[in-house]
T-cell receptor
Framework: NAGVTQTPKFRVLKTGQSMTLLCAQD?????MYWYRQDPGMGLRLIHY???????AKGEVPDGYNVSRLKKQNFLLGLESAAPSQTSVYFC????????????FGNGTRLTVT | AQKVTQAQTEISVVEKEDVTLDCVYETRDTTYYLFWYKQPPSGELVFLIRRNSFDEQNEISGRYSWNFQKSTSSFNFTITASQVVDSAVYFC?????????????FGPGTSLSVIP
């Protein structure tokens, strides 16, 4: 049972490059989330989705785009990476809202030079 | 707007000491959920507990206990007789009914070091 899988695990980008982070879950969860974790800032919500075909902005959406074309996948895109986007990115999913715990992936460590 | 504050950035205790991690939240909603998650040094995030706003009963699970007080908007976490394996970053989180609980907002986390 894979749960929530994030790819890649590590990535180094140069300023201005683009990339897509993939999150896949095999639990048939409706809700999916992208967070970034920075020292002293905790986990900040970038974007989230409440179902296939839907996306919504979180706390820090600027510089990121997302897509949820399939229920099991939630993609996070950086069109033009900046050093400020150096972070650890976590994807999470949950079956429903209303207090269901989040299931997290193992994170993607992204460095932008 | 929903907000979670964890004022203790880092705590260091000696093994077997008790330790309390503070969580203060802000919400204009009367219906909400509060959570605690643990992130050990290996980096994964693990769910510990959930509490809804209508249930103010304190909860105990082994060496862990949680004190929810709506009057002070706090949801504190106590570890009794701490162990080295408790060393981790602990996050408090909040989701509100008015956003259909869709947005789960986390606090900045408290890094706990338990020294043998």
């Amino acid at each position: 049972n894979a749960g929530v899988t994030q790819t890649p695990k590590f990535r180094v980008l140069k300023t201005g490059q683009s990339m897509t982070l993939l999150c896949a879950q095999d639990m048939n969860h409706e809700y999916m989330y992208w967070y970034r974790q920075d020292p002293g800032m905790g986990l900040r919500l970038i974007h989230y989705s409440v179902g296939e075909g839907t996306t919504a902005k979180g706390e820090v959406p600027d510089g990121y785009n997302v897509s949820r074309l399939k229920k099991q996948n939630f993609l996070l895109g950086l069109e033009s990476a900046a050093p400020s986007q150096t972070s650890v990115y976590f994807c999470a999913s949950t079956l429903t809202a209303g207090g269901s715990p989040l299931h997290f992936g193992n994170g993607t460590r992204l460095t932008v030079t | 707007a929903q907000k979670v504050t964890q004022a203790q950035t880092e705590i260091s205790v000696v093994e077997k000491e008790d330790v309390t991690l503070d969580c203060v939240y802000e919400t204009r909603d009367t219906t909400y959920y509060l959570f605690w998650y643990k992130q050990p040094p290996s980096g994964e995030l693990v769910f510990l507990i959930r509490r809804n706003s209508f249930d103010e009963q304190n909860e105990i699970s082994g060496r862990y206990s949680w004190n929810f007080q709506k009057s002070t908007s706090s949801f504190n976490f106590t570890i009794t007789a701490s162990q080295v394996v408790d060393s981790a970053v602990y996050f408090c989180a909040l989701s509100e009914a008015k956003t259909s609980y869709d947005k789960v907002i986390f606090g900045p986390g408290t890094s706990l070091s338990v020294i043998p």
